[in-house]
């Protein structure tokens, strides 16, 4: 299978210096600079950039660490909440417009939105049709200017009831109807609300653009949480290596290979090991994975 593979500066993020995203007790060892550089020695093929690393700097010096790395910015990640009612929506689009603005500048195709937080204020399905409302209006601008929004299944718990699942993925994509935005499958985000990924990609294929790749295991009983996700059943898993988790991989390549995927595939690596020696094995072990379908 042909498929050119992305990386995220997050995949260093539990060894950062600054310990943006995801506090810990351990020091870190990687400046934001030092982990795209650290993706520049992987037999990659782009970068994918988490926005809220780089909010403190010009398109134009983040586009220079990609360039001095020798890869291209092929996605821009940001949250704005547009599950809100059209009266006090008007922030968050401008919001949104800037970060589109943001990441045409730098070049990047692809921009990937977590477009809404569940609230108890109101029922789910009106938020998520406010969302739709606002994603629409965005994607609009996203297409006037030459780029893509992308969403994901997504495993965040705050937005996973508006689009955790494929069904309504799939639905807000179609109700959003716009060629400026288009899905992403998340190969493990299927397992916070007890989904089949496979069956989670069947659903969701006539929209997918984009594919994350990664891979997760329970947390045993007696082991301590000190990295995890909870899925809905209470569950907790841990990232690992893409071939060490509960997800079957190669079913799930051989069906992107079946429906004509070749668009690019992000490798997310959330496990503990220091990225240098994790990063590297977990790209070769992908590149392995494709050449066998």
Known sequence: MQCRITMTEFN???HMIEGITQPREHAGRYSREEAIALCGTLDVD?????????????????????????????SYIFFVDLALPPETRAVAIDEAYAHIDRFAEMGAPLGMIIPGVAKEDWPIERQRGWMVEGLRVCAERAHNVGVTLISENVDYPPSRPLMGRAADCRDICA??????????????ASLC????????????????????????????PDEP????????SGQRYTGTDIDG???DLPPILAELEQLGYDGYMMLEYQGLEEPGTALPRN???????????
């Open 12 to 14: 260093a993020d539990w």
């Open 46 to 74: 782009g970068l994918e950039l988490m926005g809220q690393y780089w909010d403190d700097c010009s398109p134009a010096y983040v586009r220079e660490l990609a360039e001095d790395a020798g890869l291209p910015i092929i």
């Open 175 to 188: 109700q959003v109807d716009s060629p400026g935005f288009r899905l992403i499958y998340d190969t493990c």
């Open 193 to 220: 609300v007890g989904e089949d990924p496979l069956e989670t990609l069947r659903t969701m294929a006539p929209h997918v653009a984009h594919v994350h790749i990664k891979n997760s295991r329970p947390l045993r």
């Open 225 to 232: 949480g000190v990295r995890y996700f909870e899925a809905d």
């Open 245 to 247: 988790g509960v997800v």
């Open 283 to 293: 790209v070769a072990t992908l590149r392995q994975l494709l050449a066998e379908v």
